[in-house]
């Protein structure tokens, strides 16, 4: 019997183990055609929640050579990344791909796209600058290299995984970093589900004289061989005592217990604080991704 050729475009809820092994095949290619690190997490494509089309992949005569994937940001904000061949290139498939990624999001009531491109990738640059996207920000990506710790260590800083009864302390510590009630409400309550995820909440007090008040967290994204640091807060109080390193080092700590798995984390480009904190411990700047905005609200 007759297989169907693949040409075209194709939008899916879940990817199968075919279409994933296309796309790190076309990743390689991409990657490798402009020395970039494309910035796709394979963990979260092999567990998708089927509940809607986040990835979009197109077909020339079989052959996989453009593709984006959609990663979700609460109910208003999509991130997006998304590659196409080299010998493909200028042909408008990045454009297709884009708009069915903009027509499933608007069936959502999604408000806003947010491209990522590589700061050094040549063709990333063109294309937002094509359709006008407006620049946002930009994040370093840093790797752990050589970890350093120190001695200095403050006991009356408690840093444990939190769960559900730990929502209401979550929600005012990443308040304070700019998000409003129901943002954070919504962003913890999402953390806290994902299975790959354990988010942690660090207390602070005398045992026995306090309950501990809640000041930071952070939470790490565990995949087959990376460890991702991500959502990083302390409360503007007990900021510049050296707990934010102490919660760092203990994290650094427990993966280290377990496995060698590469450890990374995000920082915004202007956030020198953090930067020389992160460096400090050992990371260092793999590479720094551009964030371009596309409203696509009423």
Same mark, same amino acid.
């Given at each position: ?32 055609? /402009? ?40 109910? /208003? ?85 939190? &769960?559900?009864? &730990? ?100 920082? &915004? ?30």
């Amino acid at each position: 019997m007759p297989v169907d050729k693949k040409q075209g475009l194709v939008a899916r809820q879940t990817l199968s183990a075919e279409e994933l092994t296309a796309i790190k095949q076309l990743t390689a290619i991409c990657e490798d055609y /402009e020395r970039l690190y494309m910035r796709l997490s394979w963990g979260m494509l092999q567990t998708r929640s089927g509940k809607q089309a986040e990835d979009f992949l197109y077909y020339v005569d079989n052959q996989l050579v453009g593709y984006l994937a959609m990663d979700g940001h609460g109910t /208003e904000t999509r991130e997006l990344v998304g590659m196409v061949h080299p010998d493909h290139r200028r042909e408008g498939i990045f454009r297709t791909l884009l708009t069915a990624a903009q027509t499933e999001c608007q069936r959502h009531g999604v408000q806003r796209l947010v491209l990522i491109c590589e700061h050094s990738s040549r063709s990333g640059k063109a294309f937002v600058e094509a359709i006008k996207a407006n620049y946002d920000t930009s994040e370093h990506e840093m790797i752990l290299e050589h970890f350093r710790e120190r001695a200095a260590f403050d006991d009356r800083l408690v840093l444990r995984p939190a &769960d559900d009864s &730990d929502v209401e302390g979550l929600v005012t510590i990443v308040q304070s970093d700019g998000l409003s009630e129901e943002e954070a409400r919504r962003w913890v309550k999402r953390v806290l589900s994902e299975p790959i995820s354990q988010t942690y909440i660090a207390t602070f007090g005398v045992e026995g004289v306090s309950c501990g008040e809640p000041i930071g967290t952070l939470r790490v994204d565990n995949w087959d061989e990376l460890a991702g640091i991500y959502g990083f807060v302390v409360l503007p109080a007990y900021r510049g005592r050296g707990y934010g390193r102490q919660m760092l080092e203990e994290v650094i700590r427990s993966i280290r217990a377990t496995s060698q798995k590469t450890i990374m984390l995000d920082v &915004d480009t202007n956030n020198i604080n953090a930067i020389g904190l992160y460096r400090s411990c050992g990371f260092a700047i793999k590479t720094t991704y551009d964030y371009y905005v596309i409203n696509i609200g009423n």
